[in-house]
């Protein structure tokens, strides 16, 4: 069955402190392994896309990677700002979007 | 840029109600896509359309159907809503399946509760 998990569920950091979210996925034919913010009253938020593993990729103080079974989004010197629901998402079964249930990140100032 | 519009922001409807959440796009995007949140559980995908003229069921469409009416608007109907039915739904497009460009631009959500 396909799934993916996400962990940890809640995360709490003080800004400055770095640290990573976790993604894995057991999904046949992987087509691609998204990652999403959501801040609190609104829809996801595109924000990366990988494809196979060892690609990684950059955007501000976020950057992420994958391997073949996981991903982590490394969140370097997090602000508040930063303080969102990120989710993961896998492409798989033409036009089906499998998604976790998401780490929610609070970055006390 | 208005994006993904979907309407209404807010329902309450009272068991065997019904009523239709409509979603609307302006990026000339052909795939449409019908989700529900729910705490601990993730968007969950109800129904899809890869393009005009198409629909497809997804994880949970028990108690749902749509109409894709044409190339930017995408309904879902819930003909006698259900307690189990109170979620958070957002409408999504996407450019192309399977393209290089494939990701979901995301609608603001409509919260509802069924009594």
């Known amino acids: 069955e396909d799934q993916v998990t996400q962990s940890p569920e809640a995360l709490r950091l003080q800004e400055g402190e770095s640290s990573s979210l976790n993604c894995s996925y057991t999904?046949?034919?992987?087509?691609?392994l998204f990652w999403y913010r959501q801040d609190p009253g609104k829809g996801p938020e595109f924000l990366f896309t990988l494809y196979s593993a060892g690609e990684e990729k950059e955007k501000e103080r976020l950057k992420a990677t994958l391997t073949k079974k996981e991903s982590f989004l490394h969140i370097t010197a997090p602000k508040p700002e930063d303080s969102a629901t990120y989710l993961c998402s896998t492409g798989a079964n033409f036009n089906k979007f499998y998604f976790g249930s998401g780490t929610k990140l609070n970055v006390k100032p | 840029n208005a994006g993904v519009t979907q309407t209404p922001k807010f329902q309450v409807l009272k068991t065997g109600q019904s009523m239709t959440l409509q979603c609307a796009q302006d990026?000339?995007?052909?795939?449409m896509y019908w989700y529900r949140q729910d705490p601990g559980m993730g968007l969950r995908l109800i129904y899809y359309s890869a393009s005009e003229g198409t629909t497809d069921k997804g994880e949970v469409p028990n108690g749902y159907n749509v109409s894709r009416l044409n190339k930017r608007e995408f309904s879902l109907r819930l003909e006698s809503a259900a307690p189990s039915q109170t979620s958070v739904y957002f409408c999504?497009?996407?450019?192309?399946?399977?393209?290089?460009?494939?990701?979901?631009?995301f609608g603001s959500g409509t919260q509802l509760s069924v009594l």
């Open positions: 999504a497009s996407s450019p192309e399946a399977g393209g290089a460009n494939e990701k979901l631009f």
């Open positions: 990026m000339n995007h052909n795939s």
């Open positions: 999904v046949s034919g992987l087509r691609g």
